[in-house]
Every structure is written in C-alpha cells, then in structure tokens.
C-alpha cells in the first residue's frame, strides 16, 4: 500500500470555513469509522466512543478542545459531500485489496448493480434514501454509489453510475429496472458486457424471450444442447434445502423483433430455479438477455450467482450485522454518509483474518477492545500489544 488510511482522511478537504473549527474533519472521520467498526451507530455512542477511548485515539487526533460533541457528529457528517467521500474511500479500498491479493484480475469480472432503500431515513418532509451500488462481487467490493429519491429513479441514475469505476472487460449485471436500451448502449461503449435481467416491465420482450426458449428447449434433447453449451444445471444441499438451478440460452435471434436497438446483444437466457425445503417445493424463472460472445450456459449461471450476491453479502450484511434499516439519520447528506461507513467498515471487516466468526460477532470483539480496530485499519500492525 502506498497510502495510509491516515494520509486518505488528510486528502479530504473540509468543506467548513471560519475559526470555529475545533476539531479536524480527518478526526471526526476516523472516529466515526472506528466507532462504527467498534458496533457504535447512532451519533451519541460515536461521541461516548471518542471519550471513553481518547487514551487510544490521542496519538491520531487533536483533541486539545476535549472530544466531540454528538452535535458536532451530526452536523459534520450531514454536512460532507457522499460522492467525494465514496470516491476516495473506494478507490482507497481497491488499492488495499490488490495489494492483499483479494482482487484478482479485472477481466472478466461480475459487477452488480442494484439499490436498497434505507427504510427508516425518511420522515413526513422527506421519502427515504435509496442508495444505488455497484459491487464487484468475487473481490466483495464496492466500486461506487449513487442516491435517488426512491426506485424508480434508477433508470436515471445508472448511466452515471457507470461513469465512477471501470466497465472495461467487466460483465455488467443489472435488474429488471436497469434492462434499457440507452444502459445497453453504454455499457458496450465503454468496453464491458452485460447480462439484463428480462421481467414484466418489458412484456412483449419477456413474452417473447419465453416462447422461444421454452420452445428450444422442449424441441431439443438435454443431451443435444448441453453438448452446445445451451445447457447447464447445478444442484446445492443445505441445512434441509436443497436447491437445482438450470440454464437454458440460446444465440439465435432471428426471431427478436427490434434486435438493431439493442446494442452488443449476442443471445438470450432462461434461468429454472427448483427448491424444495422441508418437503416442499416453489420454482421460480429468470430470463435475460446479454452480450457476452461464446457465453455458455454455465458461465449465465455463475455470472447470475456472482449478481444475486450484492444481495447476501451486502445489503443483507448492512441490515443484519450493522442493523442499517433502524438507524434513524436523515438529515441532507447524513443517510447517504453514514451508508458510505458502514460499507468501509464491513470491508474493513472482511479483510481481518485475525478473527475467524461472524460479521456482527466481529464488531463486538473490536467493541470490547479498540486495539483490534485500530489493527482492522491498519493503524497499528497485527499482533502488537497496546497497553
């Protein structure tokens, strides 16, 4: 690593002007990502953080004004601009987890796009925020995030979305919403591919997706297209679930009405979902289209893995192990802010080996000693002993 997480927080520039400031936006900033690490949430237990721990955090901050205030939390992390702070935190994570080794090589690799929508960040005044990410799923890592005002934004915002990492030689994949033929075009244009889930809001679309696979299908031996590379099935067990996935694709189409408007598309998918727990079994379908050239059934299936994983390994993450649905921060930028932290401090999180257990039971072990967060952050080496 050439950049310490000190240096990171140096380069952000305050946006607070006057001679009030008493504290450094780089202090604010480590403590609240320490104390969201340590299992503090709200902005009172980020101030009880910063007095009860100052003994460890004295070498790193300025507290010559004693320590802040939950006021001053609130308004400073209200206050920050998301964007710039998202941008220097992912770009500053990608740099740690290469020189790890967790990120392998970029080519090839799945990135997700989808929102979630931060349940209790609303009010009377205001509808809640929907956070918009992109996750590159194998290195478990945000690559970038946008607000919208809710859902149905996201068609607006993807574009721009794409324009905060790097699509080239990655596999874009996006749901339903973001299945849009200018999102198509600019994925393609800026080198990467794409796999677009297909669902009622396209009708004609989906409708003809499924005549024509369910006819290939039923028209061609298993045998005959999984030699082709048409088909491909998986089958999982556990803990009384078991589960079968079937891929069936086709690249022929000839029979895709408007084929001209979508740009890169090479082919289209159908993914059969049959699970059967304690004895009773629901099936579920996925259709898609994509632009991957050469793509085999079991790549769809890797790759629609790979997507439905921003799914249990993010967002459920957030809302499980750092309970983000109950956190009740809304004011301006402050829902979107401390979104940013707490995915800092989940990857934070992944990436000490130290302790082999769960999410949450790794924020109560750094809650009952600061050290070991302080070593998450790479503030003080592995193994040393502070008094």
Not at 133 to 161: C, H, M, W, Y
Not at 258 to 263: D, F, M, N, P, V
Not at 371 to 377: E, H, I, K, R, S
Request: aromatic share 8%; with cysteine.
């Amino acid at each position: 690593m050439n950049q310490t997480f000190l240096e990171l927080l140096a380069e952000i520039e305050d946006f607070r002007t006057g001679n009030a400031i008493h504290y450094r936006l780089q202090d604010i900033l480590l403590v609240s990502v320490l104390a969201v690490i340590c299992n503090m949430d709200t902005y009172t237990e980020m101030a009880m953080f910063a007095d009860h721990q100052k003994k460890y955090l004295a070498p790193f901050c300025d507290f010559r004004h004693g320590t802040p205030s939950h006021d001053t939390f609130g308004k400073v992390l209200s206050r920050l601009d998301p964007r710039v702070l998202s941008e220097r935190f992912n770009a500053w994570m990608s740099e740690l987890y290469v020189h790890l080794g967790k990120l392998a090589e970029s080519r090839g690799m799945t990135v997700a796009i989808d929102g979630k929508t931060i349940c209790r960040s609303g009010s009377s005044e205001q509808k809640a925020s929907h956070v918009l990410t992109a996750f590159a799923s194998r290195a478990q890592l945000v690559l970038g995030q946008i607000k919208t005002d809710e859902k149905s934004n996201e068609i607006t915002a993807i574009p721009e979305l794409l324009d905060l990492f790097q699509v080239k030689d990655t596999v874009v994949t996006i749901d339903a919403m973001g299945t849009q033929k200018d999102i198509a075009a600019k994925i393609i244009e800026k080198g990467g591919d794409y796999v677009l889930a297909v669902k009622g809001n396209q009708k004609k679309l989906h409708d003809d997706i499924i005549w024509h696979l369910r006819s290939e299908a039923q028209d061609t031996s298993t045998r005959e297209l999984k030699a082709k590379g048409q088909y491909a099935s998986t089958l999982e067990k556990d803990h009384g679930r078991i589960e079968r996935r079937e891929c069936y694709l086709s690249n022929d189409l000839s029979w895709f009405e408007g084929l001209e408007g979508w740009r890169g598309i090479t082919g289209v998918a159908w993914i059969h979902n049959t699970r059967n727990v304690d004895n009773k079994t629901s099936t579920e379908d996925h259709y898609f289209i994509y632009s991957l050239k050469g793509a085999r059934a079991q790549d769809l299936l890797r790759i629609k893995r790979e997507h439905w994983a921003i799914e249990n390994n993010l967002h459920w993450m957030l809302d499980m192990a750092f309970r983000e649905d109950d956190c009740r921060a809304r004011a301006k930028n402050a829902a979107e802010v401390m979104n940013i932290l707490r995915k800092l401090a989940l990857q934070m999180l992944k990436t000490c080996e130290t302790c082999k257990c769960g999410m949450r039971s790794k924020r109560k072990l750094c809650g009952l000693g600061i050290p070991t967060a302080l070593q998450v952050l790479g503030l003080v080496p592995t193994g040393v002993l502070i008094p």
